[in-house]
């Protein structure tokens, strides 16, 4: 699991991509496991949360534990993951991440994820820009 990782004065050197890489598989493995105990370990205590760019940020770690319980089916939902970081620059960071629902697939998401990162390491500001399959149509004429 994610662990806040900083030296003797509490901050974070600097965030890389192996890190966010880390802070990525973090977030996963907290959506698959039961609870909601590793929020606290990887979103500040006033981070905000945004489910789309025009989306209200969701804001403070309370608000950020009940939309996290409410927009997933649980632990146990299937889904398979991957991502790529596509960029750092100090505190910033930004994914590619694709999430297929389902087993057979029901629900895919190709997902850009700007992620501002606190000197200790945890997320204090996440910014999802969701994009879903275009379905097909027959051009007319």
């Known amino acids: 699991m994610w662990e806040i990782r900083a030296g ?5 050197a600097a965030m ?15 959506w698959r496991t039961p609870g909601t105990a590793a929020l606290g ?12 760019p025009y ?5 403070g770690l309370p608000a950020i534990v009940r939309m996290w319980d409410s ?16 960029a750092v620059d100090g505190g910033t960071a930004v994914a590619r ?9 029901h ?12 000197e200790d390491g945890r ?4 910014e999802e820009w969701p994009f879903a399959p275009e379905r097909r149509t027959t051009a007319a004429g």
């Open 123 to 126: 997320c204090q500001s996440f």
């Open 41 to 52: 370990t990887m979103f500040t205590p006033d981070a905000t949360y945004q489910q789309g």
């Open 8 to 12: 003797g004065d509490g901050r974070l």
């Open 71 to 86: 927009e997933r089916d649980g632990p146990d939902e299937v889904f398979q993951m991957t991502s790529e970081v596509v």
């Open 16 to 30: 890389d991509r192996n890190r966010v890489a880390a802070w990525i598989a973090a977030y996963e493995q907290a």
């Open 107 to 118: 629900q895919e998401w190709r997902d850009l994820w700007i992620m501002r990162f606190a």
């Open 97 to 105: 991440v694709q999430v297929r629902y389902g087993d057979p697939v």
């Open 55 to 59: 989306r209200d940020p969701v804001v």
